[in-house]
C-alpha cells in the first residue's frame, strides 16, 4: 500500500509530507483547494506524463516520493528484480520535474526509465475517476479481469502452452516444407554434385598433404635430373675412368724404362682413379636417395587439381569439401525422404492444433459461466447505486478459426442503461457518473482477484444524491477491507465513513498561495463533515448531522 508520499514544489505546493494508513481514507476540500494537484503530483511519481507547468512559479525543479510497502512475493518487486533493482524494504519512487521541462526518474535511489516507473506504478496504483482511461475501461484488460475474477489463470497457462506446442510444430512443418521444396528444385543438381563427390571422395588435410608431396617430386625431378647426367658421365661411354685406367696401365709399363720419372705422374693417377670411384659410389647413393617417379608426380597433380576444381564449383575450400559431401548427403537424404517427413510433420501440427482447440474450447466455455456470473455479481451491486434500470453485460465473442496465445475469445464489458436502449461499451454508452458507479461496482466484484493494493478514487459520487452517495460509501468502505482505498470526495456520507480523513486547503495571501493538507482528528472531522452538509455556513443541526454520521460508521466520540 502507499504509506508516505511527499511532494516539493509542484503548483500550489511548496512542502507536503503525508502518511497514509491501510482501510479508507478521503481527502476533502473546497473546491479550487489542491485536490486535483495532490493526484497529479501521485500520478507523476506513478510514472504519467511530466509538464513543465507543474513545477511551482520561481523554482528551478519540482519533486515527488511515493513510498511503498508491498508483500515479498508482489509483481512489482518481481519486476524491479527483472531490471535488477533492490528492493528489500519498501519500494520508492521518485520523480524529478524540472522547469524546462526535463524530468529524472528514481526508483529506490537507482535512475530509471519513465517506462518502468509507469509499469511499476501500474502494479502498485489505480485511479478511477468520471473520465477513467485505465484498466477497467479499457477494453483489452478485460477478458484478463474476466479470467481473474473466474479463477482462470490455470486453465488460461494450459492454452497458452497449448498454443506454444501448435506453434511450434507449425514452424518445424513450413521450415522442413520450405527445405524439401528447395531440395526437389536443385533434385538433379543435388545428385549429380553428390555423385561426384562421392568418386572424389575429399579427405579434410588431403589438399595440404597432396601440394607438399607435388613440390617434394618437382624438386626432386630437377635433383634427379643432374644426377643422371653426373650418372651418364661417369658410367656411360664417354666416362674419363676407361681411359685414365688404360693409361695408368700403359704409364706402369714404361715407367721401368725410365726409372724415377714417370713414378709421380702414375701415383696421381691412381689418386684421382680413387677420387672419380667415390664420386662415382656417391652418386649411386645420391640416385637411390631421390629416386623420382614421374606417375606418381603426375597422380599427384591430377588428384590436386581435381580437388580445387570440386572446390571452385561448389564455392568451398578443399579442406570443406568433405563437410560438403556430408551436407548435401544429409540434404539428398531428405529429399529422398521428405515426402515421409512431411507427412508425419503434418500430422503433428494437426494433432497439437486439434489439442489447442480442445483446451482453447474448454477456457472458452468457463468464460462464457464466469462472464454470467461476472454479470450477476455487478448486476447485483447496481440497484443501491441507483443503476436498478441499468443492465451490464460480458460480451464474449468467440471464433474457432481466430486462434491466438489466450484462447479463441474476444471479452468487452458492455451496459445498457436503460430497458429498451441499445447496449454498448461501457465507455461510450455511460454518461460521467454512470461509469464511476458501474466501475465502482465492477471494482468492489473485482477487488480481491487482481487489484492493485492501491485504489484511488476521483471524485466518483460527483452528482449524486445523499442515498446514492450512501451507498457508494458502503461499497468503497467493502473494498478497503482488502485493499488501501484513498477517495477524494465531496459526499459527506463518503467521509463519514473513513478511517483517515484528510483536509485540503489553501493559504496565504494576495502575493503567494500554497496548498496544504491537515489529518483531521475526530472533532475537526465532525467539522469538516457538517461543512460538507451545510455549504459555507455551518449550523447546529449540520454539527448534529455530521456527529450522527460518524458515529453511525463506527467514529469514536471526542
Known amino acids: 500500500m502507499l504509506v508516505q508520499l511527499a511532494i516539493r514544489d509542484i503548483v500550489l505546493i511548496e512542502r507536503l509530507d503525508i502518511e497514509f494508513s491501510s482501510g479508507l481514507s478521503v481527502l476533502t476540500g473546497e473546491t479550487g483547494a489542491g485536490k486535483s494537484i495532490l493526484l497529479d503530483a501521485l500520478s507523476l511519481a506513478l510514472g504519467g506524463r511530466g509538464d513543465a507547468a507543474l513545477v511551482r512559479q520561481g523554482v528551478q525543479q519540482g519533486q515527488v516520493t511515493a513510498v511503498f510497502d508491498v508483500p515479498a512475493g508482489h509483481a512489482a518487486r518481481a519486476a524491479l528484480a527483472e531490471n535488477a533493482i533492490e528492493d528489500d524494504g519498501d519500494i520508492i519512487l521518485r520523480r524529478v520535474q524540472a522547469a524546462d521541462g526535463r524530468t529524472r526518474v528514481f526508483i529506490n535511489d537507482r535512475p530509471a526509465s519513465v517506462a518502468l516507473m509507469r509499469a511499476i506504478g501500474t502494479l502498485l496504483v489505480e485511479i478511477h475517476g468520471q473520465h477513467d482511461d485505465r484498466v477497467l475501461v479499457d477494453s483489452a484488460a478485460h477478458r484478463d479481469l474476466l479470467d481473474l475474477f473466474g479463477g482462470l489463470t490455470p486453465l488460461v497457462r494450459e492454452v497458452r502452452e497449448a498454443w506454444t506446442a501448435w ?12 527445405k524439401v521444396e528447395a531440395a526437389a528444385r536443385e533434385a538433379d543438381y543435388l545428385r549429380a554434385s553428390v555423385e561426384e563427390l562421392h568418386t572424389l571422395a575429399p579427405v579434410e588435410g588431403e589438399e595440404t598433404e597432396l601440394a607438399g608431396m607435388r613440390s617434394s617430386m618437382m624438386k626432386a625431378e630437377k635433383i634427379a635430373a643432374d644426377i643422371n647426367e653426373a650418372q651418364e658421365l661417369f658410367s656411360g661411354s664417354a666416362s674419363p675412368v676407361a681411359q685414365l685406367s688404360s693409361l695408368v696401365r700403359r704409364l706402369e709399363r714404361k715407367s721401368a724404362e725410365v726409372p724415377g720419372l714417370l713414378d709421380d705422374i702414375v701415383k696421381a693417377i691412381d689418386e684421382a682413379l680413387v677420387a672419380l670411384d667415390s664420386a662415382q659410389t656417391g652418386i649411386d647413393q645420391a640416385m637411390r636417395a631421390v629416386e623420382f617417379d614421374p606417375k606418381r608426380l603426375e597422380e599427384a597433380e591430377e588428384r590436386l587439381f581435381a580437388l580445387r576444381a570440386a572446390a571452385r564449383k561448389h564455392n568451398v575450400a578443399v579442406d570443406e569439401l568433405a563437410a560438403l559431401r556430408e551436407r548435401m548427403d544429409a540434404d539428398l537424404a531428405d529429399l529422398d525422404a521428405g515426402e515421409e517427413r512431411l507427412q508425419s510433420l ?7 492444433r486439434e489439442a489447442y482447440d480442445a483446451v482453447a474450447q474448454r477456457l472458452s466455455e468457463a468464460r462464457g459461466q464466469a462472464a ?14 441507483k443503476l436498478e434500470r441499468a443492465e451490464f453485460i460480458v460480451q464474449v465473442a468467440s471464433e474457432v478459426e481466430d486462434r491466438h496465445e489466450d484462447g479463441i475469445d474476444q471479452v468487452e464489458f458492455w451496459v445498457r442503461t436503460n430497458p429498451g436502449s441499445r447496449p454498448g461499451p461501457l465507455l461510450k454508452v455511460a454518461s460521467g457518473g454512470e461509469l464511476s458507479r458501474f466501475l465502482l461496482a465492477l471494482k468492489v466484484v473485482l477487488a480481491d482477484r487482481g487489484s492493485a493494493p492501491t485504489l484511488v478514487f476521483d471524485e466518483i459520487d460527483t452528482g449524486v444524491g445523499g442515498a446514492v452517495a450512501d451507498a457508494i460509501g458502503q461499497r468503497l468502505a467493502r473494498l478497503a477491507e482488502r485493499v488501501q482505498v484513498l477517495s477524494v470526495t465531496h459526499a459527506p456520507q463518503v467521509a463519514a465513513r473513513a478511517s483517515s480523513h484528510f483536509l485540503i486547503s489553501k493559504a496565504g495571501g494576495a502575493d503567494r498561495v500554497a496548498t496544504g493538507v491537515e489529518e483531521l482528528a475526530r472533532h475537526a472531522r465532525q467539522e469538516e463533515i457538517a461543512r460538507m452538509l451545510a455549504g459555507a455556513t455551518i449550523t447546529d443541526e449540520a454539527r448534529a448531522a455530521a456527529g450522527r454520521l460518524l458515529v453511525e460508521n463506527g467514529a469514536a466520540a471526542s
Open 372 to 385: 454470467d456470473e461476472l454479470a450477476r455479481s455487478v448486476m447485483a451491486e447496481l440497484p443501491a447505486l
Open 167 to 178: 506453434r511450434e510444430a507449425e514452424t518445424a512443418l513450413v521450415r522442413h516444407r520450405a
Open 346 to 352: 503434418q500430422t503433428d501440427a494437426a494433432a497439437r
